[in-house]
């Protein structure tokens, strides 16, 4: 974010602050941004969870669609599948492999509850079929 605030600032000749409002799985600062007047001065950069949170919270108090108008992809995020070296696989066919083999038995960290790590590792076991112990 304040990276691109820089930037912007720097084309617009104007002055651009950021207002981390962290919480929510992103919604706290949706919410702000959503509820901010509609005069074009405030910008919201939104991670993945904004594009979820109504599958997660049916009472969200804004709608992504209707409340905002995209205007720019700034940036792409992989994410990264890794393992501990010590455990006994070197690709993903093998994990899969060790944890069908032990069902349960294999701790997956992701970043918070209902994340964008939490959902995408939850999507990753259900499409191959295998229990993983998701860990926030």
């Known amino acids: 974010g304040r990276l691109v605030a820089g930037k912007l600032s720097e084309s617009l000749k104007r002055q651009f602050v950021v207002d981390n409002r962290p919480g929510g799985g992103s919604t706290t600062g949706s919410m702000l941004a959503a509820k901010s007047a509609p005069d074009g001065y405030t910008l919201l950069a939104a991670a ?6 109504p599958a997660l919270r049916p009472d969200l ?3 992504p669609v209707k409340d ?3 205007i720019s992809l700034v940036t792409k995020a992989p994410l990264l599948l890794v ?7 070197r690709s993903v ?5 060790l944890a069908k083999a032990k069902p349960g038995a294999l701790d ?4 918070a509850s209902g994340s964008f790590t939490h959902l995408a590792a939850a ?3 259900s499409a191959v079929n ?3 112990a998701i860990i926030p």
Do not use: C, R, S, T
């Not at 066919?93 to 492999?97: D, G, Q, V």
């Not at 997956?108 to 970043?111: I, L, P």
């Open 61 to 63: 108090p804004y709608d």
């Open 83 to 89: 393992v501990h070296p010590a455990l006994p696989v």
């Open 48 to 53: 993945p969870p904004f594009a979820f949170a």
């Open 93 to 97: 066919k093998e994990l899969i492999a």
């Open 130 to 132: 295998i229990k993983l």
């Open 68 to 70: 905002f108008a995209p």
């Open 108 to 111: 997956m960290g992701v970043g």
């Open 123 to 125: 999507y990753f076991a």
